[in-house]
């Protein structure tokens, strides 16, 4: 008798995820209602095309498809943040060696870095950067989880990683600095 | 491992994705290294530092519930295109309007579907359940605590509906509002199921005495109840399937066996 329709179905695979679909839109486009706009947008296709969900990671599943929402809203809306941004240059062996601290105080100082401010840095990255921190950092995903999502090779995944990480030490020194001459 | 093979291992090894050869080998050259220590530990804590301070956004209860609604409204156009003329619920009313019919009973509770002279109102409990989620208005008194909804409809309406959290059954209290039913002030609680919103309009009843069982209907893609009891006229309304409606309405009754005034 309890024979469940297609809209339960889709309640309890997709629902779950909300979160992790929310916060992903959130941080690629840094706007609240955009990303509840996208997110919405992302489910009713998601639930339009669920007879193609033939089961398996169903996170993976809802979050290419956010994924592919907020890039097409993206450059629709703000084109000019999803030029790739992410050319893989040899730039970055040079900053990855001067990614490490120069001093222990200055360790100490990155650490204490208040998360208010460490947001609003994250924010003033390149997209592809924010991106796989919120991959990594919050949905916790492992670099082939990443990479299968963003269809990229892994290597690709690790060093883009790593210059999002050496970036955003940068921003912050640069920005704790000044108070630490004061 | 030399020290020039280190900043390659340094993302992985912060990431937690050195196999084990790599990361023991890893380890013995940090073992005998102060200064490739030094880059690894800074380049942990720097790690650990983003990741705790990195904010986890949660999709906010607006969004939710304005995905409920156009789930369910894109779940009815996908029942329409299916079926054109539809074994949706006019045919049923019809049905229902020529008799009473008993659809199925539970323990002691009848169950029947609604006879069609309420049509106007069972559509008025559905827009009112949709307009509730639309306009991120879904309460007035944001509270799980029974004795803070309670009062609050004291001097606002001249009804006392029961007031019950029933979270610990599954269907917390998320709080009530003051909403219009068939052009008569209601009380709307507020409750909640899995993801799904539930509004429990109660106005005063128009005819005196309780009917003994639960009415029953599906519209526009949501489950309608409708029950009368201590001169109040009770209606349900939901996306949840009709069986966990059901469970919820059988639950607020149990607990308010005796109506508080």
Known sequence: MVEQSRLQRFNEVAVPHLDAAYNLARWLTRNEHDAEDVVQEAYLRAFKFFDGYRGGDSRAWILKIVRHTTFTWLARNRPSEVVA???DGDDDRAAAANGAPRSDPETLLLQRLDAELLNRLIDQLPTPYREVLALREIEDLSYREIAELLALPIGTVMSR????RERLQRAA?????????? | MICKDVPDLIQPAVDGE????????LETHLHDCAECTRLVEAQRNWRRTVRA???HFSAPDRLRAR???SLAEADAAAARTERPRGAGWRPFAMAASLAFAIVASSGLTAYFTLPGEQDSIVDGVVSAHVRSLMAAHLTDVPSSDQHTVKPWFHGRIDLAPPVDDLAAEGYPLVGGRLDYIDRRP????VYRHREHPINLFVVAAVAAGDATGIASRSERGYNVLHWTSGGM??????DLDLGELKDFARLYRTANTAPAS
């Open chain 2, 53 to 55: 301070g990195m904010t």
């Open chain 1, 161 to 164: 990683l790593a210059r999002a």
């Open chain 2, 67 to 69: 995905l409920a609604v």
């Open chain 2, 18 to 25: 050195l196999d084990s050869a790599q990361a023991a080998a």
């Open chain 2, 186 to 189: 209601a009380a709307a609680l």
């Open chain 2, 233 to 238: 006229a009770f209606w349900a309304v939901s």
């Open chain 1, 173 to 182: 020194r640069g920005s704790v600095t000044p108070r630490l001459v004061k």
């Open chain 1, 85 to 87: 941004s992410d050319e």
